[in-house]
């Protein structure tokens, strides 16, 4: 049943020809993909997946139910539980960016380590042209100069680096945001979304960035 709507779901995607951000990691996925479509609605026509939408048939779901003449940007939670799930979705819904937040133990027991976890998690890669990594996951740092080396665009993201692509950084000013040790903007550390997960946040802004959005678009 599901082979269906995945046909129709590709057939819709190339007569939109949306610009596709897949956005994966152990957790985080979801936060990020509301904040990158919040970032991208500044200039964009954006759909982004509802809820927890993350697999096959959520995603075609997603396309076949939502997605009309003139969008110009699909945001894509995409999960998994084992190895191919991701690299499946990707084969009929390639990312041109793609996300991962972060490596962490959920669902470990179907992993079986963190190695598989990363492994599976880094099918997103594949068809991406540029490639937003939280740099904090020290797996994740070793998978940005693996993918250098393969010639995919990397941006790094931190919550403690400055000398990160995108950094948000507690610092004698207040919460700097920060670009490879140069200080763009102040921003406001009250804010919700600048809790506990500004290396999310920090993602979210490359991938704006990455789109075109201009800086002082993104810090308002």
């Known amino acids: ?4 709507f995945v ?12 610009v ?4 994966t990691g152990s ?18 026509s954006v759909v982004a997946s509802p809820k927890s939408f993350n697999n096959r048939a959520g995603l075609a779901r997603t396309v076949n139910e939502h997605l009309v003449a003139g969008t110009d940007g699909l945001v894509a939670e995409m999960g998994t539980y084992g190895p191919g799930e991701i690299a499946a979705i990707c084969a009929w819904l390639p990312p041109k960016i793609a996300v991962i937040t972060a490596i962490g133990p959920v669902h470990l027991e179907r992993f079986g380590s963190l ?26 740092a070793g998978l940005a100069s693996v993918l250098e080396d393969r010639g995919k665009v990397v941006i790094r993201c931190s919550a403690c680096d400055v000398g990160a692509d995108v950094a ?6 207040g919460l700097g945001w920060y670009s490879k040790n140069r200080r763009l903007a102040t921003l406001d550390p009250t804010a919700p979304a600048l809790g506990a997960a500004r290396t999310n946040v920090a993602a979210a802004i490359g ?3 990455a789109l075109g959005c201009p800086d002082e678009e993104i810090r308002a």
């Open 1 to 4: 049943l599901a082979v269906g």
């Open 115 to 140: 190695e598989n976890t990363l492994s599976a998690k880094a099918e997103i890669v594949e068809s991406a042209e540029t490639v937003v990594l939280n740099v904090d996951d020290e797996r994740l």
């Open 168 to 173: 948000l950084v507690d610092d004698s000013g």
């Open 7 to 18: 046909r129709q779901a590709e057939t819709t995607l190339k007569r939109i020809a949306p």
């Open 20 to 23: 596709v951000v897949g956005i």
């Open 27 to 44: 957790y985080g996925k979801t936060s990020t993909k509301g904040y990158v479509a919040h970032l991208l609605a500044a200039r964009f």
């Open 207 to 209: 991938v704006a960035s």
